[in-house]
Nanobody, 121 residues
Framework: QLQASGGGLVQAGDSLRLSCAASGRTFSSYIMGWFRQAPGLEREFVAAISRSGYTAYADSVKGRFTISRDIDKNTAYLQMNSLKPEDTAVYYC?????????????????WGQGTQVTVSS
């Protein structure tokens, strides 16, 4: 199971850190990813981290967002800096059991419930 938290209402330029707590599985064996979905739009890739710590980011967040993971705490994080109104969305964490990083929602096996991030201008 995955439990996402940390969303909220912030102003443009502020920061937030999202957390994704994993339970009931061997956390270190999974790719962890973050996706987001704004109203009326498809769910889109934000960032992913491999079991070895390799990371990938969407162009729209590169340089502003950082994904990380703490194996001991079974938790993945998404540090979001310099937030923009266009970052407003429900953010979902997801896990994948295969080795390669992936960028499509259908390539992930399990999902958290989502946490709302709203950035005001």
């Amino acid at each position: 199971q995955l439990q996402a938290s940390g969303g909220g209402l912030v102003q443009a330029g502020d920061s937030l850190r999202l957390s994704c707590a994993a339970s009931g599985r061997t956390f270190s064996s999974y790719i962890m990813g973050w996706f987001r979905q704004a109203p009326g739009l498809e769910r889109e890739f934000v960032a992913a981290i491999s079991r070895s710590g390799y990371t990938a980011y969407a162009d729209s967040v590169k340089g502003r967002f950082t994904i990380s993971r703490d194996i001991d705490k079974n938790t993945a994080y998404l540090q979001m800096n310099s937030l923009k109104p266009e970052d407003t969305a429900v953010y979902y964490c997801a896990s994948r059991s295969r080795i390669a990083l992936a960028y499509r929602p259908d390539e992930y096996d399990a999902w958290g419930q989502g946490t709302q991030v709203t950035v005001s201008s």
